[in-house]
């Protein structure tokens, strides 16, 4: 279909400034923020294109999770600049005034050591969003609510030994699971953290993880909330589905079995396309959410991965391969191939005993790794030491390692995205890492932000950037 445009256009003067403003502006939603904000520097109509606040918007809450506009005078572009400030502040963080170019609250209250922490903002009202929130729950079982920006409390739930929370930023719900009653509550936190609903699970067991998915393409609603029921032998543990604003029953039950190792609140794994990974021991299991229906019968997994010894952690590298870590090893897997190949049936195999599915490739390591993540398809792992490692995944080249250490105990966790990597630690302790702009894939050091004692803090060794 030839635009009218086009017609009026002759073939030899044709120039893609002369698109209709809404079709250049379709082309800014498939740009990243970097790539947009050359295209804006090409000419007027591309500079006025750029200044959606909705392109602006996703790109901002996707990379900080919350955010204050309302630092931002009104007008266009307002998210644009909002974006562009708060990532210049970001990436010069080194060199930066703390007293004006960033905040650090402490939030104190709780009685025992946290376990979990979520971030949760408005995002249904751009142009007034309400002010960010952070949900902590502790080992004793007690919730509360936050306001960071004045480090006060909002709300409190201290009724019965909660096991798990969960939070969706597009509803605005925030879920928790109490073991005493074996239910799984939603809070509405727009309406004053009233009680939505009150959703059943299974009777004298406890759910130590939820996670909200929102789904394309499927024939379950979306989001769904998923929460891991752990049993013990010969019971089956179980992985139930609910629709968190439809029927208090679960739309799907996924059959897993029982689990005798130490159970992470983080043992639900879902990749972008809808591919839900656990580790059981020896084995991960897969389903794919995306073809699930609701019924009644528990769901047996689509793919089982067996190991030949215990799997410690596992990530997604992209939508279709999983990377699990077992001893001195790293495996790489398609599981996306398994799945296809079972014409979406249950299928269990073991790889190290027979032909019928391996690893795409195994990479050998002298470490034992403690954490793994991906980000710009290379695979970061933290080992006891305190280093961070980053590998290749196509060939098992370690392109860098952080031995200098940032950290001087055992690193717990790695979360990365297309420009930032940041460590956690042990020693109380959080690195914060920027990818190198002559494209190496490497990591310069920023910045540490320090934390816990001050025996702690006499340890650290400052790195030369460090101001």
Not at 83 to 102: C, L, Q, W
Not at 222 to 245: E, R, V
Not at 392 to 406: A, E, H, I, W
Request: glycine share 4%.
């Amino acid at each position: 279909i030839i635009h009218p445009t086009f017609l009026a256009c002759e073939m030899s003067t044709y120039s893609i400034s002369d698109l209709p403003i809404d079709c250049i502006i379709n082309i800014c939603h498939f740009l990243s923020a970097k790539d947009l904000v050359s295209f804006s520097k090409v000419c007027k109509t591309f500079y006025e294109s750029s200044l959606v606040g909705s392109i602006w918007r996703r790109f901002s809450v996707s990379r900080w999770s919350f955010c204050d506009v309302t630092q931002v005078s009104q007008g266009p572009g307002r998210w644009r600049r909002y974006y562009i400030a708060r990532r210049s502040v970001e990436r010069h963080f080194d060199k930066g005034r703390p007293n004006d170019d960033y905040r650090v609250r402490t939030l104190r209250g709780h009685e025992a050591p946290i376990t979990t922490v979520l971030t949760v903002s408005d995002v249904t009202d751009w142009d007034n969003p309400r002010p960010p929130m952070v949900i902590s729950l502790c080992n004793d079982g007690k919730v509360k609510c936050w306001d960071p920006l004045e480090a006060k409390v909002l709300w409190s739930r201290d009724e019965g030994v909660v096991t798990a929370i969960a939070a969706d930023h597009l509803t605005s719900q925030l879920a928790s699971s109490c073991s005493t009653n074996a239910t799984v509550d939603i809070w509405n936190l727009n309406n004053n953290f009233s009680l939505q609903k009150t959703l059943c699970s299974v009777p004298g067991k406890a759910i130590i993880s939820l996670k909200y998915k929102h789904l394309a393409m499927s024939s379950l609603p979306t989001p769904i909330l998923m929460g891991y029921i752990a049993a013990t032998h010969p019971q089956l543990s179980s992985i139930q589905i609910w629709d968190p604003n439809g029927d208090v029953k679960p739309l799907v039950q996924l059959e897993v079995p029982p689990y005798s190792g130490m159970l992470s609140k983080d043992i639900l794994q879902v990749s972008r396309n809808g591919l839900l990974a656990i580790i059981n021991t020896d084995t991960i299991l897969v389903w794919n959410l995306g073809i699930l229906t609701p019924q009644e019968s528990p769901v047996p997994p689509h793919t089982t991965v067996h190991g030949d010894s215990t799997v410690t952690i596992t990530c997604w590298l992209h939508d279709n391969c999983l990377a699990t870590h077992c001893t001195q090893q790293i495996d790489i897997w398609d599981v996306n191939t398994a799945i296809s190949a079972t014409h979406k049936r249950a299928f269990q195999f073991q790889y190290r005993e027979s032909n019928m599915y391996t690893p795409l490739r195994s990479i050998h390591t002298s470490q034992i790794f403690t954490c793994l993540c991906s980000s710009n398809q290379l695979l970061l792992a933290g080992d006891p030491n305190g280093n961070v490692h980053i590998l290749d995944p196509t060939n098992g080249n370690c392109l860098q390692v952080f031995s200098k250490p940032p950290h001087v105990s055992m690193v717990t966790n790695i979360c990365a995205d297309g420009e930032r990597v940041m460590s956690c630690s042990k020693d109380f302790s959080i690195r914060v890492y920027r990818w190198t702009q002559d494209n190496t894939n490497k990591l310069e050091s920023l910045y540490t932000l320090l934390g816990g004692s001050v025996a702690h803090k006499k340890q650290l060794v400052p790195c030369n950037d460090e101001k």
